[in-house]
């Protein structure tokens, strides 16, 4: 099981970009998947999740309105677009793998993360 | 939003010592409680599941107790490879939300 990101970089505040975390080894459609970012020098903070399906997605409030999360199981990869970028949202995000197909607390709260990408830097400064 | 607590936030101590870390929920979160070791520069990595079960490679000297709110994570005999930051996570509900981070260092 790998799971590879890639497309951070240095962008300018109100700017936008594009996450991309390509998986293998695993039947990617049969997992739900979570970005997670972590600040420089700060804790782990989770960002969003979406289903296998891609029929189910939430976000922090952090993020809401402003990334989106999605998926394409035809190429096995995980995507989070990120908009109206700020200074706040520099981080390193990893994706990462959920337990099962869905993503619902409520009636599977035994999930968790495993296993995560090796990360991809997001600076967003002028 | 359930808050995550960890202490301490670091600690130092020598191979061979017996660490214990805590996190504490600010509501009852059953069980649905795991935790991660993060080696600098590197992704997190899941190590014990649902409070107590043992992630399958991670070796035995990892053992993870508690329910409701207070849970900890002991490491019987701290190994080299064992310098690093731990972070607990609960899945009882959305969002998501992990503690600060424990920073395990060499004495």
């Known amino acids: 099981v790998q799971l590879v990101e890639s497309g951070g970089g240095l962008v300018q505040p109100g700017g936008s970009l594009r996450l991309s975390c390509a998986a293998s080894?695993?039947?990617?459609?049969?997992?739900?998947m979570s970005w997670v970012r972590q600040g420089p020098g700060k804790g782990l903070e989770w960002v969003s999740v979406i289903s296998g399906s891609g029929g189910s997605t939430y976000y922090a409030d952090s993020v809401k309105g402003r990334f989106t999360i999605s998926r394409d199981n035809s190429k096995n990869t995980l995507y989070l677009q990120m908009n109206s970028l700020r200074a706040e949202d520099t981080a390193v995000y990893y994706c990462?793998?959920?337990?099962?197909?869905?993503?619902?607390?409520?009636?599977?709260?035994?999930?968790?993360?495993?296993?995560w990408g090796q990360g991809t830097l997001v600076t967003v400064s002028s | 939003d359930i808050q995550m607590t960890q202490s301490p936030s670091s600690l130092s101590a020598s191979v061979g010592d017996r660490v214990t870390i805590t996190c504490r929920a600010s509501q009852s979160i059953s069980s649905y409680l795991n935790w991660y070791q993060q080696r600098p520069g590197k992704a997190p990595k899941l190590l014990i599941y649902?409070?107590?079960n043992l992630q399958s490679g991670v070796p035995s000297r990892f053992s993870g107790s508690g329910s409701g709110t207070e849970f900890t994570l002991t490491i019987s005999s701290l190994q080299p490879e064992d310098f690093a930051t731990y972070h607990c996570?609960?899945?009882?509900?959305?969002?998501?939300?992990f503690g600060g981070g424990t920073k395990v260092e060499i004495k």
């Open positions: 080894g695993f039947t990617f459609s049969s997992y739900a």
């Open positions: 996570q609960q899945s009882y509900s959305t969002p998501l939300t």
């Open positions: 990462a793998k959920g337990r099962r197909e869905e993503y619902h607390p409520l009636l599977y709260p035994d999930d968790w993360f495993d296993p």
């Open positions: 649902v409070a107590s």
